[in-house]
């Protein structure tokens, strides 16, 4: 499936956004379901615009809002990394959207951030759409969290500047504990 990304607007397009959101299970989140009340807090927080915040809509070809990327702790990019979430309708799950959006995000990221040496990605064990996603587009698994995300495991994914332009997966040194005497 085609799709494009589109810059949220809150100015035109909070009703867009508190329907999305409200509108749709988010199996996958600590906010399974949403509110009305927790969007607009979120959005008075600062959580989809701002100096911290960027958020876009992922559309298909006949202009339906299927899916938004939220891209976040935009500020840590001098001296650390972004984290993003990223939520697909019910309906176009599946198929191949997900990886879509990583890959894009991933370039947009690495593109408008030269300083940017590494993006980090966590999500839970269970989501194994998310998982595929990443591993796809040479993100690696650096870490496996026990019951860290509300009694799920969790996995942490990263992908360094120099894996995506070589289009590659530097692998994580797992075996360095015997150095540790």
């Known amino acids: 499936m085609q799709v494009s990304f589109e810059p949220l607007s809150l ?7 508190v329907s999305f959101l409200t509108s749709e ?6 906010h399974s379901k949403l509110s009305r009340d ?3 807090s979120f959005i008075a927080k600062g959580f989809y615009d701002g100096s ?6 992922i559309v298909n070809v006949e202009g339906e809002r299927i899916g938004l990327i939220r891209l976040f702790d935009l500020d840590d990019i001098g001296d650390g990394y972004p984290l993003f979430d990223l939520r697909l309708r019910a309906s176009v799950r599946g198929q191949g959207i997900g990886r879509r959006a990583v890959q894009w995000l991933t370039e947009y990221l690495f593109e ?3 300083v940017l040496d590494r993006i980090e990605a966590t999500t839970r064990q269970d989501n194994l759409a998310m998982r595929k996603a990443l591993l796809r587009s040479h993100y690696a698994k650096e870490g496996h969290y026990r019951k860290a995300w509300e009694g799920h495991d969790t996995i942490q994914y990263a992908i360094l500047r120099e894996d995506w332009l070589n289009e590659s997966v530097t692998p994580v040194n797992w075996d360095d504990e015997p150095v540790l005497g």
Request: aromatic letters at 20%; hydrophobic letters at 40%; glycine letters at 0%.
């Open 11 to 17: 100015a035109s397009q909070t009703e867009a956004l």
């Open 25 to 30: 299970s988010w199996p996958f989140h600590s």
């Open 38 to 40: 927790q969007v607009l």
């Open 52 to 57: 911290n915040h960027q958020t876009f809509w």
């Open 112 to 114: 408008t951030w030269p």
